[in-house]
């Protein structure tokens, strides 16, 4: 993870050397030369820059954990017998939160 961190951080400095060698009127491979001066690359930076390319798609843990927060409140829902008008307690509140989350997940898909 560190390590990660410390290329994207190279990557990113010999990018925005590249950027403002561009910015000064060179052209792209003048830049590419200048940065690669200033900045010398090591293998893993290409590397990683290569990698940087194309990358992986990740899994959408957030995107699944909010559609998995309502489905598991209808489920706990559906344990009760009683209707959220007869009583006034903390866990009716919770249920009628998370069948609002639930409507409100269903809008954003």
């Known amino acids: 993870m560190i390590k990660k961190f410390i ?11 590249y950027t403002k060698f561009v910015k000064q009127g060179y052209n792209s491979d003048m830049a ?3 940065s690669d001066e200033l900045y010398p690359p ?23 954990l ?8 209808t489920y ?12 006034n307690s903390s866990k009716e509140f919770i249920l009628l939160t998370g069948i609002c989350l639930q409507l409100l997940s269903c809008l954003n898909t």
């Open 7 to 17: 290329l994207f951080m190279r990557m990113s400095r010999r990018f925005g050397a």
């Open 32 to 34: 590419r030369q200048m």
């Open 66 to 73: 909010s559609l998995l927060y309502p489905n598991i409140a």
């Open 76 to 87: 706990y829902f559906t344990k009760f017998n009683v209707t959220l008008l007869e009583s």
């Open 42 to 64: 090591t293998k893993e930076d290409l590397k990683y820059e290569r990698s940087r390319k194309n990358p992986k798609p990740s899994f959408p843990i957030f995107s699944l």
